[in-house]
């Protein structure tokens, strides 16, 4: 598969400033210095506990944050360092849907104008040319006609996120950043918009960064899952490759924790971590991992371990790993 984008050596670090002078006084290390590349019509999923960079590394591919160094590449096109019409051209293909969709929708504005604004903003079409593209996409979204004239209250949870993913499509991109999508609803709604993103990028041959805490509904919808730990990806792999044989000892124990609905299965043993994640202020040398790792040694201690290539698809940042 060609590749959409090529994320080299990214990090992003948020300064700590104190006192009346807002001195330095240190920095949030959000993202160290990670390289993944996203090819064109797969789903990534990118998975890790809250506060592991995320959301950062989404926010940081979109343009929305800039990186403190490393390079991302869109189809080519060095995203941080592109003229105002490349980027102008960058924001129609890349998109976002967030985790909330009351609070990413205008309340002040009736959906009709929260969707026709990007698209008057970026594409020179007729009012009636709109009304027509806004029509069809409310279908695509499974939403009636009727909601143009509605604001966001009026909606339910399940109903704003379509809202929110008719606004992501709405300028025709290419690249969805979907940031934990389906968190923010109800269990019974939350199949629903899974599905309809599945059908959405068969139809529109679209690509997904789709981030989520939860393993179940990444396994679900991925191609291919990155595990993320304080700011690096520790294990990537093709999502049946890494269910089925994680390799990180940290995997091992995100996977431990996904209910099995059947009682009489004693087979899956969950694996608890000692301690709480260290603070990306201050995280620990050597393999981040090991203040947490029972199978810690000197070096992990010491060195940062090298991404270990376990299979053609499959890939994962651990000492166990180098003569296997
Ligand atoms: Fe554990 Fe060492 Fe592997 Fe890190 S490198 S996950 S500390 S065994």
């Known amino acids: 598969m060609d590749k959409l984008i090529k994320v080299q050596n990214l990090i992003k670090e948020f300064p700590i400033h104190k006192g009346f002078f807002n001195k330095k006084v240190g920095a949030v290390h959000a993202i160290n210095n990670i390289s993944i590349d996203i090819y064109k019509g797969e789903t990534l999923g990118?998975?890790?506990?809250?506060?592991?960079?995320?959301?950062?590394?989404?926010?940081?591919?979109?343009?929305?944050?800039?990186?403190?160094?490393?390079?991302?590449?869109?189809?080519?096109?060095?995203?941080?360092?592109?003229?105002?019409?490349?980027?102008?051209?960058?924001?129609?293909?890349?998109?976002?849907?967030?985790?909330?969709?009351?609070?990413?929708?205008?309340?002040?504005?009736?959906i009709g104008d929260t969707l026709k604004e990007p698209v008057a903003i970026h594409k020179h079409m007729s009012k009636s040319e709109i009304d027509t593209n806004i029509k069809k996409l409310l279908d695509v979204a499974g939403l009636p006609s009727t909601v143009l004239n509605k604001y966001p209250h009026e909606f339910s949870g399940g109903q704003r996120q379509r809202v929110g993913i008719a606004r992501a499509l709405v300028l025709t991109p290419e690249f969805i950043v979907a940031d934990e999508p389906v968190s923010a609803l109800d269990v019974s709604i939350q199949a629903q918009i899974i599905n309809l993103l599945q059908d959405l990028k068969e139809e529109l041959s679209l690509t997904y960064l789709f981030i989520s805490h939860d393993l179940s509904v990444v396994k679900y919808i991925s191609d291919r899952v990155a595990v993320m730990y304080l700011g690096e990806i520790v294990e990537l792999a093709a999502s049946e490759e890494l269910f089925n044989s994680p390799k990180h000892p940290y995997t091992q124990a995100l996977l431990s924790a996904i209910p099995v609905p059947d009682p009489n299965n004693n087979e899956s043993k969950r694996i608890l971590l000692a301690g709480d994640i260290p603070s990306p202020a201050n995280p620990p040398q050597g393999c981040k991992f090991h203040t947490r790792c029972k199978y810690v040694m000197d070096i992990c201690k010491k060195e940062i371990p090298p991404t270990y290539r376990v299979q053609d698809n499959h890939q994962a940042a651990c000492y166990l790993l180098k003569d296997a």
């Open 46 to 110: 990118l998975v890790g506990e809250s506060g592991c960079g995320k959301s950062t590394t989404g926010r940081c591919i979109l343009g929305l944050e800039k990186p403190t160094s490393g390079t991302i590449l869109f189809d080519g096109i060095d995203t941080n360092n592109c003229d105002a019409d490349q980027k102008k051209e960058l924001k129609k293909r890349m998109q976002i849907i967030f985790q909330n969709p009351y609070s990413s929708l205008n309340p002040r504005m009736t």
